[in-house]
């Protein structure tokens, strides 16, 4: 039985509708985050919380939700917009908290700063988020945000602003942040792909 058919027909509608919402938000963007961006990290948080048997429901409304407040996406407008579209939605509130909470620790700024997804299904929506940053996904989203911030793609150091120096400032970490099982394999594998690209385009940016 897959993870979806053990939805209420309710959960099924409330779901279609919050697709439905973050799909016109987001179909605009072009650095990454957009609203293919957000289909992939809920199928992959579905798996996931399969694998991990935890709520359905709540990973998939979470994955849905989780960068509808994003600044970096959406811009300087007053967020709030998660919270308001739920509340409009006449779910309870305990289930509003917990998506807010699993979306205000999600990022990898929050966890240097010190917070942590207390529940499962918070680590598992993190864990998805960061699988779409890995592979060769995560190799093209990296240059379309790059490109989104007028960045370079290389200036000749780990330790500059460039899409490069962002793979090892960031992206490399990710397996070792994973918070699952399943997600550190399939965190790693992606790692390997990601390391094979910088070998080669290292040796084609020297030349060789």
Not at 54 to 62: H, I, P, R, S, T
Not at 83 to 99: I, R, T, W
Not at 139 to 160: L, M, Q
């Amino acid at each position: 039985m897959s993870i979806r058919s053990r939805l209420s027909s309710d959960q099924k509608t409330l779901l279609q509708k919050t697709e439905t919402y973050v799909e016109k938000l987001l179909h605009d963007d072009t650095s990454g985050h957009d609203y293919f961006h957000i289909l992939r990290v809920r199928k992959t948080a579905e798996s996931i919380a399969q694998k991990e048997k935890a709520d359905a429901f709540l990973v998939q409304m979470a994955a849905l939700l989780h960068d509808v407040d994003d600044p970096k996406i959406l811009g300087d407008a007053p967020g709030g917009r998660a919270e308001a579209f739920l509340q409009n939605l006449s779910v309870p509130e305990s289930f509003v908290s917990q998506v807010l909470d699993i979306i205000a620790n999600l990022s990898f700024t929050s966890q240097m700063n010190g917070a942590r997804e207390g529940s499962l299904e918070g680590q598992i929506v993190q864990d998805a988020d960061r699988l779409d940053a890995l592979g060769a996904v995560g190799i093209a989203r990296t240059f379309a945000y790059g490109g989104s911030r007028h960045r370079p793609i290389y200036s000749g150091s780990a330790d500059d602003d460039s899409s490069i120096a962002h793979f090892y400032q960031k992206l490399l970490r990710l397996p070792e942040l994973m918070n699952t099982k399943t997600a550190t394999r399939l965190a790693r594998r992606r790692r390997r792909l990601m390391l094979g690209f910088l070998k080669a385009f290292h040796q084609e940016w020297e030349g060789r």
